[in-house]
């Protein structure tokens, strides 16, 4: 009953809006619940990926970064208003997944100075910036002093190209009150404890750098709220450990943590003064945590306020109907100069960058998870048996018999029916992996390789190679949480077009979505959606190619993209061959993804 009254319909809300980008979609109305307010509000991104012109192809996510600038300049007038503050959270994995970033010589040529626009209290590194040499070298060149005093590196340092200078990669705590409330923080940006960085920053383990004298410091600093911020997953082993440190010290210090990384909307309680929210991927969600009776002004809490605290927390679709009503204002009152200057810049940028550019007309929907696999439906399985046995092929050895593996994670995203554009490409595939191959092997040995790779079990135990890795992100947190990867509104594909009106009955037919359950119960999203099932997929997938009609060939070509590299060699290993570096060649000097866009242009060349 109480659920029913705090259900808002936003029908009201159906004027003629369109999203900032012009090829966006138009939100569509949904049930809304409201935000909670607190003395001290966040808004959380992690995982843009790039998405930073919002989903072009699914209308509840269509809002731009241009768009969030404006909402969070309202939502801050609104808690000028109100006494209370608001801060803007980042927890990194800004970078590759989108055409925006990745389709630029040099990669996000415009992005950066996208990103800085916005006003973020508290930002730091994910481990995407971190894979190529050239990515850390802007992320330290650019968005650490674009965020001087915010940016946060807690347990990251960086090596400077000409001296080979190790450095903290930005600053690594904060000290600082709050604009309203007074409220005395101290904040740290953490990274996980990733080991796939390039060699021009070290990345040191979250335990190791908890002993360290500058953190056993500042955590006995006299403060109201300590905000843990990182690209961290809410219930791994980091935050646990930072957690403990900081009650070692502080047993009654309210803490906020924030994660990143697993892609999911989560939230997690450390204990009763102690929560954490991630704001899910893409920019599909802006994550809003509320707290309220916190002591600020540098009092000491009297303990019944103390007593009373209290923690919130909503997932946000980004969609201008969400900004709107969140706000309380309309299309005419709503954006702000500045979110409107974004996203002209945004909008500037893809067109000089050509994203739309069509390179096909996909037949129909493919799902990463959101299908089966093995099925028709399913992007793993399109790429398995139509795709990478086209692709996969050296001119002077096509007619060898080989098995092609590819890792899942390759694939970042689903094709939806209709335009398959430049952009779609970096969406779906934005990696630069390459095929590499091992010539010849005892084929009883090679067909082994995918299940042990499949299986993660023992053979990895002991490397730091994980084998769950191999798969998209999403999959690191099935267990620990629902997750909806995509929700596409199925009416409004057609970019631009007018989107479905729900119907005006009471019980309207929701949109698929996220209907997440977390920690705090089943209450959190702030737009009620139908429910999106998840499939898993396996980590890696084989193609058997030019196998022989009958019987079992006696050596193959084993195929792998190069990112797998490590995991073929000791899958290798334990199936009872013993290859090194030197037996792995060079098997097409195109990308996988170069070669996908030949297949799409040849495949799907019929007119949208
Ligand atoms: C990093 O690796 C590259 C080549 O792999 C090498 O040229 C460079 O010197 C290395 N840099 C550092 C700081 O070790
Ligand atoms: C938006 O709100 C303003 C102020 O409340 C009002 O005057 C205006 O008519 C509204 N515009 C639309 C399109 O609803
Ligand atoms: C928006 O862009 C215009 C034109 O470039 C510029 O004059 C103005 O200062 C910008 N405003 C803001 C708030 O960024
Ligand atoms: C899947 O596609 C194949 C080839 O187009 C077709 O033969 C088969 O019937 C389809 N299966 C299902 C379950 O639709």
Known sequence: MTAKRLLTWTATL???????QPEAPSPVAAPMRDLPWGQLNFMQTTDTHGWHAGHLQEAQYSADWGDYISFAERMREKADGLGADVLLIDTGDRIEGNGLYDSTTPKGKYLYDIVKEQDIDVI????????????????????????????????????????????????????????NQGIRIVAFGFLFDFTGNANNTVVQPVEKTIKEKWFQDAIREDVDLFVVIGHVTLNGPEYKAIFKAIRSQKWDTPIQFFGGH?????????????????????????????????????KKGDPKELAS?????????????????HTGLNETTFSTEHGKNVSKQIHAARKAENLDELYGCAPKDLWLNRAPYPSNDSLVTWLETEVIPVIAVKEDRKDVPRLALTNTGAMRFDIFKGAFTRDTTYIVSPFVSKFLYIKEVPYKSAKQVLKIINSGGDVFAFSDLEASSLAPPEQIAIKSATIAPSTPNQNSYQAGSQSPLMSSSSTPDLIPGYTTKDAAGDDGDDTLHAPISFYPIPNVVQSAIAMPAEGDPEKVDLVFIDFIKPWVLLALRFAGQIYGEQDVETYTEETMTERMVDWIRENWKQDC
Request: hydrophobic residues 30%.
């Open 14 to 20: 159906l004027a003629l809006a369109a999203a900032e």
């Open 124 to 179: 730091c590194t994910g481990n995407h910036e971190l894979y190529q040499t050239d990515a850390a070298d802007r992320e330290y060149d650019a968005t650490v002093p674009n965020f001087k005093g915010n940016y946060l590196a807690s347990n990251l340092d960086y090596i400077k190209p000409k001296t080979g200078e190790q450095v903290p990669m930005a600053q690594r705590y904060r000290k600082f009150t709050t604009k």
């Open 262 to 298: 697993s892609h999911i909307r989560n939230y997690a309680k450390y204990d009763s003064k102690a929560y954490g929210l991630q704001a899910g991927r893409y920019m599909e969600t802006i994550g809003w945590m509320s707290i309220d009776g916190i002591s600020g002004k540098g």
């Open 309 to 325: 605290m209290s923690f919130k927390r909503r997932y946000i679709d980004n969609n201008l109907f969400g900004y709107y009503y």
